[in-house]
Each structure stands twice: as structure tokens, then as C-alpha cells.
């Protein structure tokens, strides 16, 4: 994997068939994976994830409405250090298909926030459901974990679904002028674990 940037890591590429979703998601192993289990299956720290929601947009084109894109970058580096698992979801637009996502990014153009939008379709605020990550994790036996992801639904879901979140960890803020809307709604509306300047 290379990142614009310049980053670049190795990754153990890892497909699945039979999820529950019938989706074609992928689990990246990233930095000394390997170890990691086996310094949770002794007691030790467990291996760092993040379950990564597809974004075109972001994550490819660049688009400054989000977050998504610099998260991913972030995700892969603080991974391959510490030697876990990136999971790459096919859930664009929070579970809404790509092509709702360009109507949602339109409404919000009239003033809806992103969650809004996704209403205003007649769709869910979020229909992500983490069914099959909870599937992959244990494949690979990973069932307890250090959750890197600022969203408590991912949390509470990864739980009920039996994988043990032995800590959340945030991801860092990546703030701009494009998308300050975006991440204090993010904070507001469903609690997201981002310290944002003035922004309780």
C-alpha cells in the first residue's frame, strides 16, 4: 500500500466468502500481525483494528468533505507500528450505495447535515451493520481487540456481536474548513470520540 504522501507498508491481503452481508470485504494484516495475536492469545495487549467504511470519494478522490481519506492513511501507519488488522468495507456512504451518497452530498449542499441528507432519502442515518467484521476478526482469531475508530456504534455492535473491544482508541482530528460541519455533527448528533476546538 502507498499513500500520496509517500507511505508506504506491506499488507496481507485477506478475502472471505460466506459474510453475512455476501459482500466482498477485505482484512489488510498490517506491521508484525502475526505477533500480535500471539501476544493476545498469551495475555498481552490485543492487536490494534480498524474497520474502515469505504469512501471513494475520500479514500480515492481526494474530497475534502471528510475525514476518510487522511483516517485511512493514519490507520495504515499506527497499524503496521503497532501490528493488527485495517479492514476495508464495502459500506459507502454510511451502508447507502454510492450513487445515494452523491444525492446525500447534494442535499447537504442545501443546508442538510450529513445525517439529515441520508434521511431525506428515505434511508437510515447509519445502516452499517459490522456483522461481518465481527465474521473476519474471528477467522483470524482475532476476538479481542483495540478498537482505533472515534465511532461508539462500531464499539457497541463489535460487543454484542461477541468480539471483546478491550479499549477504543481515536483516531487523530483532521480538521478542515471543509469539513468542520461534518465532524461536529459527527459529535453532536451520534458522540463521536473527536476533540474539536469549542465543540463539547
Known sequence: MTFADG???????????????????????????????????????APLVRP??????????????????????????????????????RQEG??????????????QDSGLDTYEANLALGRGEDERDYTAVAQMLSAVGADRIRLLSNNPDKAAQLEDLGIDVEVQVPTGVHLTEANARYLETKVQHT????????VA
Do not use: N
Not at 481526494?62 to 488488522?85: H, K, M, N, V
Open 52 to 89: 474502515h467504511s469505504e469512501c471513494l470519494t475520500g479514500d480515492v478522490l481526494g474530497s475534502e468533505r471528510c475525514d476518510c481519506g487522511p483516517q485511512l492513511r493514519e490507520a495504515a501507519e499506527r497499524i503496521t507500528e503497532a501490528g493488527g488488522f485495517l479492514l476495508y468495507l
Open 7 to 45: 507511505y508506504s507498508t506491506t499488507a496481507s491481503v485477506m478475502t472471505f466468502h460466506g459474510l453475512a452481508d455476501g459482500a466482498e470485504h477485505l482484512l489488510l494484516g498490517l506491521g508484525d500481525w502475526q505477533g500480535a495475536l500471539a501476544r493476545a492469545a498469551d495475555g498481552g495487549e
Open 94 to 107: 454510511r451502508g447507502i450505495g454510492l450513487y445515494a451518497k452523491l444525492d446525500a452530498y447534494a442535499l
Open 191 to 198: 458522540g463521536h470520540l473527536l476533540a474539536l476546538p469549542g
